[in-house]
């Protein structure tokens, strides 16, 4: 069973940045998607940033110019850096990933807590 462990996340006040880093506890072959996401008290999970081989990167609009995602596939890591860090950023950041095989598999990440506050 192969689990995702984010990390990185933390306290910080507005216009701060936080880097979260996402590593799976085993080799997981032929990735295809990875993503981000987070959920804020009461609210669904919202998807945040999401890279495909196939289809490219695409952000939430609320992030976008603020946060950068990348991956480093021979490692299996995934990140998320966020810069200009709002209140409304605050949420749980949930890390994302599936293989290309057929059918599927997907993986996530237990999420890191995620903190803007003066």
């Known amino acids: 069973q192969v689990h995702l462990v984010e990390s990185g996340g933390g306290l910080v006040q507005p216009g701060e940045s936080l880097r979260l880093s996402c590593a799976a506890s085993a080799r997981i072959l032929r990735i295809d998607v990875v993503a981000w996401y987070r959920q804020a008290p009461g609210k669904e999970r919202e998807l945040v940033a999401r890279?495909?081989?196939?289809?490219?990167?695409r952000y939430a609009d609320s992030v976008k110019g603020r946060f950068t995602i990348s991956r480093d596939d021979s490692k299996n890591m995934v990140y998320l850096q966020m810069n200009s860090l709002k209140p409304e950023d605050t949420a749980v950041y949930y890390c994302?990933?599936?293989?290309?095989?057929?059918?599927?598999?997907?993986?996530w990440g237990r999420g890191t807590q995620v903190t803007v506050s003066s």
């Open positions: 994302y990933l599936k293989n290309e095989f057929s059918p599927a598999t997907e993986y």
């Open positions: 890279n495909s081989i196939r289809d490219g990167t």
